[in-house]
Structures are given as C-alpha cells and as structure tokens.
C-alpha cells in the first residue's frame, strides 16, 4: 500500500537573473509504515525535500512541477486551506533545532491545544488530557505540570520529545524528521532516536527521516535515498546500500566514517566540496570529485537504472562493480 | 586565461556597478532618483554663492520695501524675485540656498560627530568589556532613554538665557552641532560594539593577536571594516534626523538666528504669516526641507534593505 | 521579582539625583535671584546681608543640599513671572500637556498595529503600499511643519477647526480640566494630537511591521504552518506577540520623547501646556520655573522608563525578572 508516491518533483529558486534548480525531478515512493531515510551533505537537497512534501518552502523557493501523492490526492494541486488541514493532522514535520521550533512566548500546553483544536472539535480540557497522554508517550516526567512551562523552563531533549509528542497528537500517518538531533548533546541523540523508532513502530507510522548521519540511518530506516546536488543518486533498501554502495558518492559517504578507519589514520574524506546551486557542473554532477569519471561523463548526465537490487544514477556502474569483485577476488 | 581576464582590470566604479549592491541600486527607480535629488540638492547647497542671485547676510542688497512679494508665477510679484521675498524684504529663492547649505551643514558635522564619538565609545567597549564596558553600556541606556529633542531644547535653552542671545546668535551653529552631536553617540556605540563583540571571537583577531599587532590596529584594520554597512544604514537615519532636530530647534527659536537662518529658521519666521495670506515664506522652505529629508530616508531604506541580509530574505 | 524592582527603583533614583545635580547648577549659574528680589538700585551692603540671609554664601555642597532637601518637600523655587511656587504653575499646565499626549497615543496605539501587522503580512499589495510611502513621507516632515500645514488646512483655507487654544474643557477634580467632554473640546485636541502623532505614527507602523517581518520569517512561524495552524492564530498569537515585545521597549522611550515634542506642537497651536509655559519661560528668563520643568520633565521620562521595563519583564516570559535583580 502506497502512502506517498513523489513523482518528478523540481524545485527552483527565484535568483536575480535565473531560476536555479535546488530538486531536480526527484521520484519516491514510500508504504504505510515504511520509514525511509535521505542522506547526503549539506546542500544536496534534504531539508527542500522535507519542506515541499508539506508544501512549506519559503521565497524565493517554489515547486516547479511533479506530483506529491499523498494516498493518490496530489498535494500540489491543493488549495492553500485544504493543505492546511493536512499538515499537522496527516502529516507532521519535526524540525531540526527544538531551541527555537517552540514558540518562546507561548505555554507548552497552549502549543498542544492549539494544535489539536486546529484540526479537530475539541474542549480545551479534553485537547489538554490528549496532550498529558501524549507527553506521557514520550517520556516526559509529569506531564501536567509542563503544560503550564513554557519552552525555555525545559532542556533541548526535553523540548524536542515535547516537538515529538506534538507531531503524534493527531495520529499522523507520515512524520517528516529533518535532522531531529544534530542540535542536541551527543549523550541525549541516541535517545531521542530510538524513542522516535518505537513510537512509529508502535503507531505504523512512516517515517521520513533527514540526516548526513549514515549510522543513524541504517538503525532507523528500511529504505534509503541518497541524494546529490539536488538529485536521487542512489535509492533501495537501506542494507543493501549500506553493505555495497554501488554510487562512487554512497561509496565516499561509506568509507568516509570513522568506523571505516584505522584509529591513528586521517578520516578518508571525499576531495572537494557539493557544487553550488548556481553552479552544478554538466553531466554527472559528481564527475568532478570522482576518481572514475570517464569523458562522458562530463558531458550526459546519467539516468537511473536499476542494478541489482538498488536504483543508481551512475555511468559506469556496472564497470566499477566489476572491478571491486576481481579486487575482492583477488 | 588568468592574463587575458586581468589584461583590463574593472576600475573601482565598475565593480561597484556590476557587484549586487550596484545591481539593486539601478533596478530600483526610488533609490535612482533619490539619490539624484540629493546630489542635486548638495549641489546646490554647495555653491549656493554663486548661484544664488543676492546674498542674504549682505544688508546692502536688503531693503525692507520689496517684503512679502509672492513667487513669480502669482499676480503681484516682482520678477527680481523667483520663490519672493520673505518678512524682511529678502528673496526667498537665494535665502533658501544658502539656508540648505546650513542645514546640511549643521547635519553632517552633527552626525560626523555622534559617528566619532560612538564609534570609540563602541570599539573600547567591546574591546576592553568588563567593567568599562558595563558601565558605557549602562550609561548609553540611561542616555537613550532621554529624548534627544528634550535634551537639545533644554541644553540650548539654558545656553541661550545664560548668554544672552546676541551671543548665543553668533555662536548657534557650533552648539547645535555639539547638542546634536552629543546626544545620539548611543545608537553608534551599541551597533559597534555588538560587532566587535561578535568579530572579537573570531580567528583572525586571534590570529592578529598573535602576530603581534597590538589593540589599536587590531580594531581599526580589523574589526572597524566589519562594522562598516550598520554604521553606513544608521548614518543615513541620522542625518536625516539631525536635519529635522536642528530645524525643530531653529524652528523654536534655539538655533540658527533668524539673520542667518536654517530651514527651519525660515519656517518659523514665516509662519506669523501664514494667516495673513504671505503662506510661501513657510511653505516653500517647508517644500525643500521636505525634499531633502525624504530622499535621505528613501535611500536609507534602500540601503538598509540591501546591506541587512537579515531583512533581505524578506 | 521584588529585588529587580528594588534595583530598577535605585538606578531611577541615580538619574533623578543627576537630573538635580544639573538642575541646581543651572539655577545657581543663571540669573540672579537678587535682582529679581530687589530691583538694581539697592546698595552694596543691603546686598550682601540678604546674600547672607538667603545663604547664597554657603558651600555649594550644602546650598545643594538645601536644594535637594526642598525640592524632595515638593519646594522647587517661585516662579518670577507668575510669583507663585514652580511647581503649581507646572502642575496646573500638566493636565493639557497630558491629555494631548494621551489623544496622540490613542492615535498611535490605534492605528500602529493593525497598518504594521497588515503591512508586514501584506506587503505586496496597493494598500500596504500606500501606507509604506505615507510612512516615509510622515518620518520626513518635522512634527512643526504637519502642525502649520494643517492649520493652514483645516483652518485657514477649509475653516472647519480651530487653530488655537483648548476651547471649552470640562472641570473634572483638582486643577484637571479635560477636552474630552465636550464637542468644542474634541474639536480643539483633534488636530495637536493629529500633529504630535504625526511622526510617531509612521515610525511605530514601520517598526511593527520590520518585527512582524522577521518574526514571520523564523523557526517557530514555520513550525506553527507546520502544526496546520490556521492563519490568523498563527499571525495575531503566534507572530504578534513577539513583535510586540520590541516594540514595547522602543514605545516607552518614545512616550517620553513625545513630551518633547509636546513643546512644538504647543508652541504652534498655542495650547496651554507646560511645553508651551517653558518656551516662555526660557524667553523671560524665568530660572526656577526652567529648573522646575526640567525637573519635572526628567521625573515623567524616568518614571515611564521604569514602568516600560517592569512591564516588558511581566509579559516576556523568557525574562527571568528574579534572576535579573541578583
């Protein structure tokens, strides 16, 4: 059963003299319950990706064209009030820095109710009992009391299962994470994530989660997408990706992790850096970092096709995966 | 390649035309014309000597009998006269030129002035911090929190019962100066010093620090670049409101006397005449003051739009 | 909470005391009270022996201390035009100055919000940007030149208002007398508030909106789209309340540069308030009535100053006002 299906969908820029492209006819699909993870660094496109699925991207961003099917309905086509009554009810988004998603001047028991009124006819008392259930869901140490804090009384973990706790209010069937803990200390994020995966878990919700954190994806996602310069260089299940990148890019993003390395030796970086938008080279927009680029491509910019198990955009995939067996092999 | 691009390095005129500040500028008509208006205005504050048909401070070419004649374009008046005369018989058109070039005069010194002095007052702040810098900084609240136009009017009225007028007359411009002056060092302290306060963190001032520069260099080569597109937005605001405050001033009779008069002096001498029907003596000064003020506030707003990245997005 | 009060308390206090400082330095430096006492032809000796009497000879350290010691008795000197205690001169002219100020910020408060919200969710429109370019228009005229311009308006060329005076006010208590109670008293505020707000108005409108503005552009704005809120919650709780809390500070500062430009306003529609009572005060060279003013005027700046900043702490929950006093 298909719950979200993106066809084609580019985003653009609205600059000075041109438009630039920031997604560049991405395509997914993603089942009731599935979770899916997108990779990449900074600047591929992740954090666009999520905010265009809620249709929330910001001047001068716009959607260019393509499909967000939501169960078959395409989001794109809907009114401004219709897609309100979707987001935060069917599908809610959990944002990156809990330090500033809450608002500092509201309680956090009026930013449940709220939330819940805004979708559903409800009392205030009744909204605030479903708002201790769910602070109670994720955790949270006497929940009553926390209605009346407001967001600064609390710490960052504190506050991002409270953003949690809101984006479950109204039983979602997807929930967005973009990058739900790269603002929190280290010790709280391995928390933080697991409660995430038992709460979709337990409620079937999908999940898609934005993250440059490899490790966090393979623990968290059945699927994967990895995504370069505004494009899907690499999609399948997340296993398989992880256990044999066949993408030269999902390979660097690989053996770039310190667990790839010996202790005592440098981190094995990829050379360079994302192209910026303004300037994505033709071709394989990644030919200019990679060790394998060949002449074409430099000049056709590589479909996606199906090898294996995994989808790849890749010129020469089937050469390189050749060759790493005979060195294997070897 | 490298050779055949830098064989004609763009001038400075160009780059600043090509860059993104040059771009916004010409696709904004506003800011276009405001800023040719200003130019225009300078301009003729400038030399107003020598485009002025008679000089106003000259009592020689003032005779009491040609007073209140209207502009050229109303029945009644003297052709001599193209704006007309005012109260005391002078044209209205040389009085005004020399009357901007005051105005201006007063606003720019004022403001270079409120620039010099909270520019150091910010830059040893956040530099040296600590005690120094909470009590500057308290000092600059307790200031703010005060009225500009209050403090003005009561400095310049004490001055002017204590020295009699004959005096404070000949010696108007420089207390305006120094009142205006004075008064808004704040708004510069603060910017600056939230600026060096974040630059100071930064490595290259470490990195100046230790190469040996000492403090002084530190902040005048290395932090005061940093500051420079707030203080630029914050200049333009103040000049335009040095520009009103000295003409409230004069307005009221505490700053330029009417034998030498502002804009705002102008104004003044001219509104016990407004109900008898002589309504260009006010309003053609008022007209020019007007002018002035708004174009510097246009391109203020152009400039803030443009140098805040902040407000940019929006 | 009762410590930062304590502490606010005590640096109003400094200022008031520096505000005296400079007030008794200017009575003792500017005229003399002698002259006015006696006249010139009275000689030498008379002269000093009253100089004794009156302790003109003291410190100055204890004539301040004399100074501060009346002035806190409410004693700020006699007026020697109106020969009566400077403060019950300014006293019974507060009451005009007062309500002008208050018709001028009902105008601002009125109008500021909804232009500068509407502006700031609306900025492309034809309204918003009509009000924009009044705006700009509005910062650039001296509050001086909107009085002559409107009187020249409305009641010179249209004759519809009067242009001077308060017209018949109403006795309400004590020495309050209010224009809000009768038509001929609206008629006569109608057009000094006008005036007065007439450069505050655009300033506010073009702050609420620059706020509303960014506001609208941060983190919990989207996450609020996010939760599906609907619009209006999401402008007028969401972002409104922290526009205003800016907005807030900046208002107290300029309630208080509004007295200042009472003086103008006075002083072109001859209204009878203390701003008006100090230019003429100033011309007759009337010192303690100059001093009292000053007095006066910084006590009214100090006091709103400290109301604003208690009030910010109350409503900004993120001002921990306990923690701010240790």
Known sequence: MTLLSVRDLTVKFAMRDQNLTALNKISFDLAKGERLGIVGESGAGKSITGFSLMKLLSHPGFIDSGQILLEGEDLIELSDARMRAIRGNRMAMIFQDPMVTLNPVLTIGQQMVETLRAHRKLSESDAKQISIVKLREVYIPSPEERLDQYPHELSGGMRQRIVIAIALLLDPQLIIADEPTTALDVTIQADIMDLLLELCQSNKVGLILITHDLGVVSQMTERLLVMYAGKIIEAGRTREIINDPQHPYTQGLINALPQQTEPGRPLKQIPGNMPSLSAIPTGCPFNPRCEYALDHCRTTPPEIVRYGNVEVACHEVSRLNAERSEEQGA | ?314 | MFAYLVKRVFQAAAVMFVISLIGFAIQDNLGDPLRELLGQSVSEEVRQELREELGLNDSFVTQYARFLGKALQGDLGTSYFFKEPALDVILKKLPATLELVLGATLIIVGLSVPLGVYTAIRPNTILSRIVMGISIVGISIPVFLTAILMIFLFSVELRWLPSYGRGDVVHVFGNWETNFASLDGWAHILLPSLALASIMLPLFIRLIRAEMMEVLQSEYVKYARAKGLWPWRIYFVHALKNTLLPVITVGGVQIGTMVAYTILTETVFQWPGMGFMFLEAVNRVDTPLIVAYLIVVGFIFVVTNTIVDLIYGLVNPTVNLARMGA
């Open chain 2, 1 to 314: 390649m490298s050779n055949l691009s830098e064989s004609h390095p763009p001038s400075f005129w160009t780059r600043i035309w090509e860059s993104n500040i040059g771009y916004s500028f010409r696709s904004n008509p506003v800011a276009v014309a405001s800023l040719m208006i200003f130019i225009v205005i300078v301009l003729m504050a400038v030399f107003a000597p020598l485009i002025a048909p008679f000089d106003p401070y000259d009592p020689a070419q003032i005779d009491i009998m040609n007073s209140e004649y209207p502009p050229v374009w109303i029945d009644g008046s003297d052709p001599k006269f193209l704006f007309g005369t005012d109260d005391q018989g002078r044209d209205l058109w040389s009085t005004i030129l020399y009357g901007t070039r005051l105005s201006l005069l007063i606003g720019l010194c004022a403001v270079a002035l409120q620039a010099f002095l909270g520019i150091t007052i910010g830059l040893l702040a956040g530099y040296i911090g600590g005690r120094l810098d909470s009590l500057l900084m308290r000092l600059a609240d307790i200031q703010l929190s005060f009225s500009t136009l209050m403090v003005a009017i009561i400095f310049l009225a004490v001055t002017q019962a204590m020295f009699g007028s004959e005096t404070f007359n000949q010696y108007a411009i420089y207390f305006l100066i120094v009142v205006i002056g004075v008064a808004e060092w704040p708004q510069y302290a603060r910017t600056v010093r939230a600026t060096v306060l974040a630059e100071k963190k930064k490595e290259y001032v470490d990195g100046a620090r230790v190469l040996g520069f000492g403090p002084m260099r530190i902040m005048v080569r290395h932090i005061l670049p940093n500051s420079l597109s707030p203080i630029f937005v914050i200049s333009t605001v103040q000049v335009a409101n040095a520009i009103i405050s000295e003409a409230s001033l004069s307005f009221l009779g505490l700053g330029m006397p009417p034998s030498q008069p502002s804009l705002g002096s102008l104004i003044s001498s001219g509104f016990d005449y407004i109900f008898s029907g002589s309504w260009w003596i006010t309003a053609i000064p008022g007209v020019v003051l007007v002018i002035l003020v708004l174009v510097i506030n246009l391109l203020g707003d152009w400039m803030r739009d443009v140098l805040n990245p902040r407000l940019h997005k929006g």
